[in-house]
């Protein structure tokens, strides 16, 4: 049986430098890709190339068995990513962001003032985003996420700026959609709490 | 996915972005005043260094504010997508299902909303101090109406490919000048045979024609350009 997405035989070049050679791995339905490693060793270039902004030099990226790169708009409208910038508009408001992300993918039904609600952002939501504190714009993206009916959550570096809660509610969200059949791929160096089916790669 | 679906969400994706950076324009109006201002300006300028003669004016009136316009307009392209670069939204358009050239377009239609449609309105006004006839004053305007939309359309290619370049201003203007030449030759000229008395279907017909071939490549070699830029 082939796994919902996988990668095979990864390599990626930086310049003249080396990230990795032949990295293969496999994700099902409720499957977790942990990215750990030092900074600097490509857990975010990785990240990158799987969203496809950077090519491999070799190797592929498979979804549902098809490679991405000759079907890019699917495996788009399959993942929501979020990024160490969280791509929101300074000038506008919490409510008048999130609002647009429904022009770029596809909305889950999950009610837009619960998930606000339940990430204690509510209260923010007609101040312009430039007003809010760093782990308060995280929890924003972290709103986008659960607002996307996407199988796919690509997160880089989801604790930054976070507090202690902050961070728990990265976890306990991401086990929920784990156990919704969701997948994720996430690159951290804290220690993460994730129950499910987790594999971990150390990038050197 | 359906290609009814497909359309649909490039429509929403095209009139999405466009609606989003109409009001980020509404909420930050300098951006938009500084290349209008810089139109007026130059074009309210010129009359007070050539002389009060009329004749001299309206044979130069049409050329100058041509100019102008296009140098505004190459003003305000450098900043078309270097904010959405900066703060990753960018990113988030690149990894987003809805082809990556109705985005473009998008950004590209507000730019022109935003930047210029204003300089066709107040051509106008700026056209008084050039004594130029109302009737020229309304060919002024069409072929403006024209060359901007192919000039916004040329520069969001430009945009793209220097975005990722701190401070590619002058890489751009000269990216875009040789392609906008014949904007600038037709534009001007055609204002000019009709102060003159000579008909103007032949240059609006080339301006017209020059936007339409703008309109179908540079969606295209916008998104490229993004993704060359973003790598």
């Known amino acids: ?204 | 996915m359906s290609n009814e679906h497909a359309s649909a969400g490039m429509m929403s994706g095209i009139l999405g972005v466009a609606r989003r950076d109409l009001l980020l324009a509404w909420k930050r109006p300098g951006d938009i005043l500084n290349p209008l201002f810089f139109f007026a300006m130059v074009a309210a300028l010129f009359p007070l260094a050539v002389g009060p003669s009329p004749e001299q004016l309206q044979f130069s009136g049409p050329a100058v504010m041509w100019v102008a316009a296009l140098l505004a307009m190459l003003l305000s392209l450098n900043s078309l997508f270097l904010s959405d670069f900066e703060d990753g939204s960018l990113d988030q358009m690149l990894v987003s299902p809805v082809p990556l050239s109705a985005l473009g377009l998008g950004k590209t239609l507000a730019h022109w909303l935003t930047s210029g449609l204003p300089l066709v309105l107040v051509a106008p006004v700026v056209a008084i101090t050039f004594q130029m006839p109302i009737f020229v004053t309304g060919y002024l305007m069409l072929t403006l109406l024209l060359g901007t939309i192919s000039l916004s359309l040329l520069g969001s290619v430009g945009a793209a490919l220097t975005v990722g370049l701190h401070r590619g201003t002058a890489l751009l203007s000269l990216l875009i000048l040789p392609l906008a030449m014949p904007i600038l030759i037709f534009g001007a000229r055609t204002v000019s045979l009709v102060a003159a008395g000579d008909g103007a279907a032949g240059g609006l017909y080339f301006l017209a024609a020059y936007a339409v071939l703008t309109l179908s490549f540079a969606p295209f070699a916008t998104a490229a350009a993004l993704r060359i830029s973003n790598e």
């Open chain 1, 1 to 204: 049986m082939t796994a919902k997405f996988s990668a095979d035989g990864l390599t990626l070049f930086r310049g003249e430098r080396l990230l990795f050679k032949g990295l293969s791995f496999a994700l099902d339905p409720g499957g977790m890709l942990l990215l750990e490693g030092q900074n600097g060793s490509g857990k975010t270039s990785l990240m990158r190339a799987i969203a496809g902004l950077i090519e491999f030099e070799d190797g592929d990226v498979l979804w549902d068995g098809k490679p991405v790169r000759s079907n890019r708009q699917a495996f788009y409208g399959s993942l929501v990513w979020m990024q160490h910038r969280v791509g929101f508009k300074a000038d506008l408001t919490l409510v008048e962001n999130l609002r647009f992300e429904s022009h770029l993918r596809a909305q889950s039904d999950e009610d837009f003032d619960e998930v606000l609600e339940r990430l204690e952002i509510a209260r923010l939501k007609r101040l312009p985003l430039r007003s809010l504190s760093a782990g308060q714009q995280r929890r924003v993206a972290l709103a986008r996420m659960l607002l996307s009916r996407v199988p796919l959550w690509l997160m880089d570096e989801p604790f930054t700026n976070l507090d202690r809660q902050g961070r728990k509610l990265v976890m306990d969200v991401t086990t929920e959609h784990l156990d919704r059949g969701g997948m994720c791929i996430m690159a951290a160096h804290q220690d993460v709490e994730i129950g499910g089916n987790v594999t971990k790669i150390v990038l050197q």
